[in-house]
């Protein structure tokens, strides 16, 4: 527990996330090599982030227009730069209602690669902020020590 | 440009954790570098300036830029990344010597009383000198190094979130503490000899330089991840070896450059050292940051600013579409100002009061109409306020206010007939003080502010004879809420208006830093009010404030909703029979207070989500009206907002806990015990769907 506190008060101070998330698959698909992020690891019911990285399968260069879209239990949705932090993926924000194991297709220009996205049950809300519940009884506890740190400081006064 | 150059240049990602953590730390080294000015002039403060802002400067490239965004297709990149975080940014940050600058810039009695006896602790002393004494500095960071280079544990950081913070995390703060010893930002001597940091950095070059030599020569893909992950035509391969020459050359000459420069200090005669080491120290005098006179001045602009909005609210809610996303009486009123009046009030204070159209417009009435009697006797309380602020909450559910922009036209223009015609025939600042909700609403929550308007030197206001501050002089009026400065105590009844400031003829008056919620411990004379304790009618008002946020939040979430008229029975009957009798017949009105923290907390949890999730609403409004465009605003819930809300209510939850145990003592229990009830069913509100206002969904 203490070694998850110590994580947490580091975290709290230098935060960061690799970008796109955890590699679902990597596909070839005619001229096409294809990439597909989840975000987050494990993803859980929820919104999930899914990223897609589209190179040129000859040279591995970046495509960045192609009209990519996810396809998630037969719902397609329209994957953009626009909300990427990296800008050479395409990025979609998708609905999982379900946990449990589920097909996804990635679409772009023609072509197409398919695979399984994983995805686990949501967590309760006490599990999923620990940290920021974590808040009020370490306070409390640095609270008591202050004290107890001044009451033995008087004392040795006294002394 | 190279649309891929462009699109990897362009993929920055500020805003998050980090950057908020990096801006606070500029500012708090900032405000403590200022403080430090004010007295002493060091001849290298500017350059410790530079070198901190250059630091934290080097984090954010390490975490928000395009390194970040590519940490996990390309290891050179990762490799800078590490690199900035390891080798460049700690030691920059301890150059500037960041201890007393940071605390300087945290309130002194925060410093003084709460962090004191923990940097005084001989064990918190002796574990920080063991960290930062050079082997075991030297051994964490070079284990630090090994360890997360180690495929598995890179490849564990690579795939998953949180064991990358870790990692990058890890990397930071072993880097600090490698450089402790050889920058030695810290007061005193370091007990090890100097010549000590030569080998330290050499030794730590050498592990270096093994490792990058590896990732240089091995022949093979370390880290498999990249060969399923990576961009362009360059290799994981070559990618690995470019990784390893950057942390090769330039992390060889982070090591031995400084290595090199110590040795050449050593060899110098000690007369020149000494010289170097010899702060140039001069007093100066305070300069001033702001004139808080200047801003006074300002007031009027504020109050233009503030009623050319008031009017376009009436106006668009009269004449607007009246459906709700679509028309400003809808969105400004109820989702930008209550929010950020709320959030001014606790970082700066009573900014709304400030800048009140209301009393300007009042001001204008005043030419014309006498403002010569005085408020009835029977009404000089808060009674009358507070049953317009509890009429004002229970018709904001009841009645829709923020449904019906028509309906917000009119409250808005009634509020400025009723500021005009109750100032324009009685004196004073009758309005405000009586009757006014918003005002009595921002009068309770000034109570967790963090500044107050209050006198400089009390020993001035002790030889004052005029008492310009509240009976005003020939150019100035004085505190028309009838302020004394020297008795007042907190910012209760105080609206911001600085007519003191600008009224004393000492310049003895003054916006100060105060600890929040000091005065609800201390319950001291106030001038105008007298004691909390015995007022009855503000602890009513405490209680609707307290209360009215937690009911104003639960009325927007689904369970709620579907039991509404029962809730609103239950209300009904607390505010009619359990109020009154918890005020008059049982607990100390005093305790009423230590709920206030919770209750702005709540407060600024749930307006900050209208605001975070509804910001934009008003752009969306002007470019439907003027560009044609056809799209309304639309509900995004950001990811930081549950945190932030969460946050919020933990510090009203702690200064809660902390104002009932300073006010009850042996009777922690039950009022700790109902202030944890509250923050368990704020939790539990907040984690409800929550209704959007002023959007589409």
Redesign the interface.
């Known amino acids: 527990m203490i070694f998850r506190l110590v994580l947490g008060a580091l975290l709290t101070s230098v935060l960061v996330w690799a970008d796109g998330g955890t590699i679902v698959f990597r596909q070839r698909s005619g001229p096409y090599s294809v990439t597909l992020f989840a975000s987050p690891d494990p993803l859980r019911v929820g919104i999930g982030d899914l990223s897609v990285l589209v190179e040129r399968a000859s040279d591995g260069a970046p495509v960045l227009d192609a009209g990519v879209a996810i396809e998630l239990d037969g719902e397609a949705v329209k994957a953009t730069h626009g909300n990427a932090t990296n800008k050479l993926l395409y990025q979609a924000r998708v609905e999982l209602p379900e946990a449990g194991v589920r097909p996804v297709a990635v679409r772009m220009n023609g072509a197409a690669v398919r695979g399984e996205l994983s995805v686990l049950p949501a967590q309760t809300p006490i599990v999923r902020y620990w940290p920021y519940f974590a808040v009020v009884p370490i306070a409390v506890i640095l609270f008591e020590m202050n004290r107890r740190l001044k009451r033995r400081r008087a004392g040795q006064r006294l002394n | 440009m190279d649309?891929?150059v462009?699109?990897?240049l362009?993929?920055?990602?500020p805003g998050?954790?980090?950057s908020f953590?990096l801006l606070f730390s500029a500012l708090l080294y900032l405000r403590g570098w200022l403080r430090g000015r004010r007295l002493v002039h060091a001849a290298r403060d500017g350059q410790r300036l530079a070198a901190f802002l250059g630091g934290l400067m080097l984090?954010f490239l390490?975490?928000e830029s395009?390194l970040?965004?590519?940490?996990?297709?390309s290891l050179a990149a990762h490799m800078a990344q590490h690199l900035l975080?390891m080798m460049f940014a700690p030691p920059l940050i301890l150059l500037a010597r960041p201890t007393v600058p940071l605390l300087r810039g945290l309130p002194r009695t925060f410093v003084k009383?709460?962090l004191g006896?923990?940097l005084?602790?001989p064990l918190l002393r002796g574990v920080f000198r063991i960290l930062t004494a050079p082997p075991f500095a030297w051994a964490a960071f070079a284990i630090s190094t090994i360890f997360w280079h180690l495929p598995a544990f890179y490849e564990l950081a690579?795939?998953?979130?949180f064991w990358?913070?870790?990692q990058?995390?890890?990397f930071?703060?072993t880097g600090v503490l490698f450089w402790w010893p050889v920058i030695q930002p810290g007061a005193g001597k370091s007990s090890w000899a100097a010549w000590i940091k030569i080998p330290y950095l050499l030794f730590a070059d050498i592990v270096n330089t093994a490792l990058s030599a590896f990732f240089v020569f091995s022949g093979r893909l370390l880290y498999p991840?990249y060969a399923?992950?990576?961009?362009?035509?360059?290799s994981p391969q070559d990618d690995q070896t470019i990784a390893g020459l950057i942390m090769w050359v330039p992390g060889s000459l982070v090591y031995l450059l400084p290595a090199f420069v110590l040795a050449m200090r050593l060899l110098v005669s000690g007369r020149a050292q000494v010289r170097a080491m010899e702060p140039v120290v001069r007093v100066r005098n305070a300069p001033q940051i702001f004139r808080v006179r200047t801003l006074a001045r300002w007031r009027p602009a504020l109050q233009v600013c503030m009623l050319l909005l008031a009017v376009v609210v009436i106006v668009d809610g009269f004449f607007g579409p009246q459906v709700t996303p679509l028309n400003l009486a809808g969105v400004l009123p109820w989702i930008h100002w209550r929010a950020l009046s709320i959030l001014a009030l606790l970082v700066v204070g009573n900014l709304f009061c400030m800048s009140c159209p209301f009393v300007f417009v009042r001001d204008l009435g005043r030419k014309v109409l006498p403002a010569r009697l005085r408020w009835p006797r029977r009404l000089r309380n808060k009674w009358l306020a507070t049953g317009v602020l509890a009429a004002y909450l229970i018709g904001y559910e009841v009645f829709g206010f923020w449904d019906r922009p028509w309906l917000t036209a009119w409250i808005a223009a009634g509020y400025f007939a009723a500021a005009v015609v109750v100032d324009g025939f009685f004196r004073g600042a009758s309005f405000c003080k009586y009757v006014c909700p918003i005002g009595q609403f921002q009068f309770v929550s000034s109570l967790g502010s963090p500044r107050e308007v209050k006198v400089k030197r009390a020993s001035v206001c002790r030889s004052c004879q005029t008492y310009d501050c509240i009976r005003g002089n020939e150019q100035q009026r004085g505190c028309e809420l009838y302020l004394f400065q020297p008795k007042k105590a907190g910012n209760l009844d105080c609206t911001f208006c600085l007519d003191c400031v600008k009224a004393c003829p000492h310049d003895n008056v003054a916006i100060l830093p105060v600890l929040p919620a000091k005065t609800i411990v201390e319950d001291p004379y106030r001038s105008s009010i007298g004691r909390l304790s015995k007022r009855s009618d503000f602890a009513a008002l405490a209680l609707v404030f307290v209360f009215g946020a937690f009911a104003n939040a639960a009325g927007m979430i689904g369970p709620v909703m579907v039991f509404e008229q029962w809730l609103r029975m239950l209300l009904l009957v607390l505010a009619v029979v359990a109020v009154p009798a918890i005020l008059f017949f049982s607990l100390p009105k005093r305790f009423v207070f230590a709920l206030v923290p919770l209750g702005v907390a709540m407060w600024a949890a749930h307006l900050l989500y209208h605001f975070a999730t509804g910001w934009n609403a008003p752009w969306t409004i002007l470019s439907q009206r003027f560009l044609g465009a056809h799209q309304a605003a639309t509900a995004m819930i950001p990811d930081w907002l549950?945190?932030a809300q969460?946050?919020l209510l933990?510090a009203g939850?702690?200064v809660t806990?902390?104002v009932g145990w300073r006010v009850a003592r042996k009777l922690t229990i039950p009022w700790a015990a109902l202030a944890v009830a509250l923050?368990t069913a704020g939790?539990w509100i907040l984690?409800q769907p929550m209704q959007m206002r002023g959007m589409v969904h």
């Open positions: 649309p891929v462009n699109a990897a362009s993929s920055w990602n998050g954790a980090a953590v984090v390490a975490t395009p970040d965004a590519f940490d996990n297709f975080l009383e709460g006896p923990f005084t602790w690579l795939g998953s979130r990358h913070g870790v990058h995390a890890s930071f703060w991840s399923s992950a990576h961009l362009g035509s360059l549950t945190g969460i946050l933990d939850l702690l806990l902390y923050y939790i984690f």
